[in-house]
């Protein structure tokens, strides 16, 4: 006992020192501590001043130009001379046109291919290959736009002027001898399953040579088409679509492939267990499952090629037409990010020009789809957190 | 179906898939390649006497002694040259009628032409544009200018339903039976000794001026703005975004100000550049800029400025920073809070003392990242800050000057210059430098995340 | 004197049920006469809730100066949570609210004007796993000393070996003291962690299963240290081993389900416990 109670008393206690704070101390920390978050909350909110301050100076930049011109012309006529010193005309129907024509385009051959190659990534190559490949995607995330855009001005142009036939020749013979041989064996496989069995065979073989034949025929007669095709200019539709289409391909693969690993094991599983291949559980469970993140992933990527400029404004010819026909897309066309950066170098800058105004009514339709947009993705990729979420539960 | 097929097309969806990692591949090497290759022709190159005349007149560089010996031993091999064209054109004027007119013509031709492989004529007065003073400084360059000399370029346009065919025709059929015939021998023989050309390392194309439209020298003008343009935007950004981030995960109490903020920050990262570009231009210089306060009190110009230009690249990387710096604030252990809250540190302190420095290396790797975005983006900078010829502004006048940047002079090299073939090597070269910066960037980011996730597992 | 020292039982839990009628006294059987300033920490009727979840209920203690205690229990009985609480650490989680008093040397430490700050100063804190920060060892012990404003380098030098020799782990740093303390072994960092605590000169210690992370001789080492800092320091550690409790405290509490069943001088409680939990919970019954 005696030597605890002096132990005890070796205790530094400082019971002297007090606790609280004054009224007057309390008060001023509160206030600092108060100020400090105010601070704190005003330098976070910056991108959401930036996202008001964006929406504001564009539509005060944008107005003006509806209230000289009406908003009938700019959306129904294909008429863009703008810098006619005695009749402007203001008609983007023709580059709205482009512009929803290109991206389509892009979106047509980089969403599909960018899911594959998500799913490839996530379920079929070996670790050591996704090793290799991520930095890859990353690497051609972060080439510069302009660096795309002289490609295609540069190396692609010519050789769509060129060859421009042959490669499109190529390209056909190129993706159309595999798909022709899946084709081929799966549809013989199914029309001749109608048979007996001791036909069977002779049956298939049978079905499959008509099939190719056909198919070959089809092939040579699209290949003969292509290359003698000349195009006319290498600066087109096309040859952007496809550079657009290369430069959303890895935000298309890394966002899909977040929404596959999201799906877990346990579903997979599931499919294998009951007997399926692979491709069939990816595409018939997998992919379902992961569908709203997918969605996201397509509307990302499309957003991607939809916002880009430099590409589009050097290598898509510039020519504010409607492609004839409408789906031609070997010929020039411009966007409207292109129009922008075109021409507003060349307006006077001041306030209450149309042409600058109208610049800005294009700047405008932009914010607005990409805001849409990215809403539909934000949407889609909480559905796909909170239907996982579910899953996991 | 049976087992077969069902295997063919699981085959084929795995061939798809691999195909298309494939095809981003292959589209990386496609893309680069050419690139490497011939931009590394910017800085390896023969380079000819003329270009060597060129850098010790304007740059001062270079053997004084030695050039003189090589520009006489030059001068040497193409006397015969200007002999015998003076001697043709003696011979010209003593024809008469047609024949004499053509000839002229002709001749004048061949004046111009050895004028540009060769630089001007001795005697003649020195012209002003450099690209008239000196001859082709690059030997491939002048490889292209004698084959124009050698052989004439026509085109056929006699059947109208067909695009024009070319016509190759070797220039001397026009001369045959003058004095000039030898020359077209001569020429292909001699050019070697006439221009002398040599193999050299210039490293210099990164610090040199640009001289008459980048026919000669460098690209320093544009790198050095870009290097400006992209550290002047994270100077805005980065404490902007770490600020933020840090907000989003210690500070912001409720989750329903957390999600708005993200949604904010998504859709910031949704607006395309060029938008960024021209509300730069509405905001920033009709409208802020214009303020008395800016405009007069701080100086700053209303004009494109690399100031502008550095804030519009912020705003464009703001949300990659908050990304990342949020995941990175995330990703650090509890308890480092919880031990620097027991030993008595306030919450401010707990994050710039311990959650900072545990996050740094996972928040510089999106300060690297944005950093290739910012030094890349063309489309916001255009009216906000690039301009394609000039020089780059001092440090004190950032604010008040536009500058020459990496990517705009990429896009009006190869769109507007009035020289586009003449200097392909010069776009090669500044593409090689940007997508080079750039890809050094992400390698380092991608190394650094590498390192960390490293230490993460142990 | 402080009025709720007086004559309280300095260990009981108010609740339904026995441990309420006999609400043990074996606190001032343990240190009889000692009056107000055996007690270090008290708590009165006090709880602590996650919501709506009552995670400590109306606990009722009276920690003695210079003594360890021991807090055993089942695990999900609340004994971190009470532990925590001592210098709010529970503040970090959203939705943690104490309900009753809590002081520190006779001061509520849930007094809404209450500095935190100063009150963590006095009451240090040694976590389940080591935690240094990934900061060379010098950084790591000068932290708190650094936060109080010294920057004086002799002197932070001073109070560096003096904290790592409190620790007993001078010997075995003092020529890395620049190395990052990452780098230690798990004992080693733990004890750096108890260094980095004393650096701050607390007068209490918490430890919250402080070798559950590690292997037995780096248990040992810790046990021995506690041995070394008793007397200096007010010591509270919760541990789920039982012969850890035995072997290093003074006082011992049983935490069953959010309440406190038990309080007394280690002897007592794992010789002659007066509840029927505890001695279930100590011969190994449940738990
Ligand atoms: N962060 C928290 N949020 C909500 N409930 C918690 C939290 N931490 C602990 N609890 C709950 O409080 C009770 C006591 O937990 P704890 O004090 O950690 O127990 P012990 O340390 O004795 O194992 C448990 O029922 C647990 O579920
Ligand atoms: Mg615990």
Redesign the pocket.
Known sequence: MEVQSTTGSRVRRRAETKLCLSRRQSLVRGILGRLGHGLLFVMASSSLLAVLFIFAFIIRDAVPFFRLRGFSEFFTSPHWHPASADSPEFGALAILFDHALVTLCAAMFTVPLGIVAAVCLSDVLPFAIRQIVKPIIEILAAIPSVAFGFFALVILTPLFQNHGGNVLAGALWAVGIPVMLIVTWVLSDILSSKFKVGARKAARWTVAAVLAGIQVALLVYLGGKLSSLVIVSGTNALNVSLVLGIMALPTVVSVSEDALTAVGRELREGSYALGATRAETLVKVVMPAAGSGLFAAAILGIMRAFGETMVVWMAAGNSARIPSPWYNILQPVRTLTATIAGEMGETDQTYGAAHYHSLFAMALCLLIVSFLCNFAAEWFVRRTHKRMGKLAK | MDMSSRKILDRGFTSLGIFSVVLMAVTLAVLLTPIIIRGAGAFVFRETVENRRFTFDVFGRGDEAALEVEVADAAKARKPVYDMVAEFRAEVGQMSGRRKRDMQGQLRTVENLLRELLGPFPGEPRPVMPRSRYGKPRWDRAEVALGRLLTVEDYDYSDPTQLGKKVLTPRVEKFRGTKLEELFDYLPAHAEAMLRPEWTLNWRFLTDEPVDANIFGGIWPALLGTIYLTVGAMLFAVPMGVVTAIYLVEYAGSSRIVSLLRTFVSTLAGVPSIVFGLFGLAFFLNTLFDLHLFNQVLGISRSKTVLAGSLTLALLVLPTIIRAAEEAIRAVPHSYKEAALSLGATRWRTVVTVILPASLPGILTGIIISMGRAAGETAPIIFTAAVALGKVPSLTELHQQPTPALPWNIYNLCSENQAIEEIRHVQYGMVLVLVGLVLLLNVAAILLRARISRKLRG | MDAFTLQRPMGSTRQDGPGRRDAPRAADAAIPGQGASAAHVTAEEFSIY??Q?Q?VKNVCIAIPTGQVTAII?P???????FLRAINRMNDL?PG?RAEGLLTLDGQDVYAPRLDVVALRTRVGMVFQRPNPFPKSIFDNVAYGPRLQGIRDRARLQGIVEHSLTAAALWDEVKDRLGDNAVGLSGGQQQRLCLARALAVEPEVILMDEPCSALDPRSTARIEDLIEELRGDYTIVI?THNMQQAARVSDMTAF?YEGALIEFGSTRDVFTNPSEKRTEDYITGRFG
């Open positions: 996650y919501g979840n995670a229990g695990s999900g009985c609340g004994k971190s949570t989680i943690c919760v935490f």
